[in-house]
């Protein structure tokens, strides 16, 4: 049988077929199911990377100036965020590079600051989108309730293109996300945390290490309680359940919002006593001035 190889015009023609149809779909996609900006509530238009069908990978639309400001790369989310709102999200500050606090600006912090050296912390260093106040500390708590679903990943696609080069030049060889007891799974509660850590390695194309580590003891809400109190209440509330997954991987630790450190840091001991050879964290939000 004979076997017809379409010209390069042809290629071309069936290319801009293709956008053409893709940028149809994209109109109706707009009319029917009008994206908003989850602070503002303006309405967004959305727009495919150029290519995206060529990268082997899952793509999903975007506003156009995601694609404008950092280039056509495919994500497998949508951002519901405005730009103008995306920009109200982050801190612009200079900040820890371990604990990733702001500093002062004549703070020496090259490897960590005065804080960080007076505490014994099990993880390497944290890497997050903006400060817990204002507009993010609003898009946190929408992102906690039972449809958070939309917010969640929202907010770790705005932290992986905040925080791209920092996420990915470590060469993290898994994710994992701090666990909820599974009492607080059935009653209807949003596992923020797991969102944004399956957003997260989906953007960095890495495995999800899903049932690694768990949560065995029922706690108190740690919001409830005080910075010495946080920490005591969770010593050995979490177990690694699969140690062969975790032995000797860089380990990226994904929560929505860090306070005390407490949760980090004893879900990173727990890592770290099952083998992992090093643990960083990522979170959405980081409570300026607490300890």
Known sequence: MDV?????AECRTRSRAADASRRLAACGVDLLFPL???VCRRRLLRAWPAHFEQTGRRAA??????FERFGSRALGFTIQFCEECFDRLLDRRRACPRCGRPVGPYIVADDDCPSCRKRSQAYRRVSRLGVYDGVLRQVCIRAKSPNGGPAAASLAL????????RLESPGYDAVVAVP???????????????TIATVLARCLDLPLLEKALIK?????DQ???PGKLRRRNLIGAFRVSDAQAVRNKRLLLVDDILTTGATATETS???????ARAVDVAVIAIVEGTR
Do not use: D, M
């Open 223 to 225: 919001s409830e309680l």
């Open 180 to 194: 909820t007891h599974w009492i607080k799974t059935l009653t209807g509660h949003h596992n923020a945390a797991y």
């Open 4 to 8: 017809v190889v379409p010209t390069a």
């Open 36 to 38: 908003q900006c989850l």
């Open 61 to 66: 639309a975007q506003p156009p100036w995601v």
């Open 269 to 275: 001991r727990t890592l770290r006593r099952a083998g």
């Open 216 to 220: 065995h003891r029922r706690t108190p």
């Open 158 to 165: 705005a932290l992986f293109l905040h925080q791209r080069q």
